[in-house]
């Protein structure tokens, strides 16, 4: 079974610029989660789809952040613009439903300059 | 969210076991106990999930006391490449069964 596949595994900008990442869940997985993984910290969940609605975004940076689902398949997750605090490894992850386990993908390395 | 408490980091040798505790005083009634194993560069992995008593499979086992407001994530004889950050975390169906709330972990380090 292939897993959650994430593009790009890095990247670097400059502050102010935007990015964005692409996350492919697991097929048939209806929950999808992007996560902020700070050096050093736990992860940290920034927004939360159930097919291709959003369940949770309270953590959402919202002047700057931005995700969308759409189909309920794939996600994108877009920073503009980019501040140098937002460095960090950004990971899908995705679960069958209403069940507590989650599969992570590799992540995304961000770097802001 | 039931906050959790786990040691920074710990060390250990290969072939021993390895207790890992996780501190939940204030774990809801219907909430799960799970744990997440990390290495570097890569996304968590799920280890183990339980809500009261013991469960085991074959990666680990984990022990819950009565009163669940403790678990204990136990990993037999420990290889090197168990080496990474263990993650204990609480949810269930009235907290957000699936808004786990990631804390820093414990840094689990085997030497040969």
């Known amino acids: 079974e292939a897993g959650v596949a994430q593009s790009p595994r890095y990247k670097i900008i400059e502050k102010r610029q935007s990015v964005a990442f692409w996350c492919n869940p697991i097929?048939?997985?209806?929950?999808l989660y992007w996560y902020q993984q700070i050096l050093g910290q736990g992860p940290k969940l920034l927004i939360q789809?159930?097919?291709?609605?959003?369940?949770?975004d309270s953590q959402l940076p919202k002047d700057r952040f931005s995700a969308e689902r759409l189909k309920g398949v794939d996600s994108t997750l877009k920073i503009q613009p980019a501040k140098l605090e937002d460095s960090a490894v950004y990971l899908c992850?995705?679960?069958?439903?209403?069940?507590?386990?989650?599969?992570f993908g590799p992540g995304t390395r961000l770097t802001v300059l | 969210l039931a906050k959790t408490t786990q040691p920074i980091s710990m060390d250990s040798y290969e072939g021993q076991e390895v207790n890992i505790t996780c501190s939940h005083n204030?774990?809801?009634?219907?909430?799960?106990i799970t744990w997440y194993q990390q290495f570097p560069s890569q996304g968590p992995r799920f280890i183990i999930q339980?809500?009261?008593t013991k469960v085991t499979n074959e990666v680990a086992s984990l022990f819950i006391p009565a009163d669940r407001k403790s678990s204990t994530l136990s990993l037999p004889r420990v290889s090197l490449s168990d080496t990474a950050v263990y993650y204990c975390l609480v949810g269930g169906p009235n907290t957000g069964f699936q808004k786990l709330v990631f804390g820093t972990g414990t840094r689990l380090l085997v030497s040969p």
């Open positions: 339980g809500y009261k």
């Open positions: 992850a995705s679960s069958p439903g209403l069940q507590n386990e989650q599969f």
């Open positions: 789809f159930q097919n291709n609605g959003v369940v949770d």
């Open positions: 097929s048939g997985h209806a929950t």
């Open positions: 204030n774990i809801a009634t219907n909430d799960y």
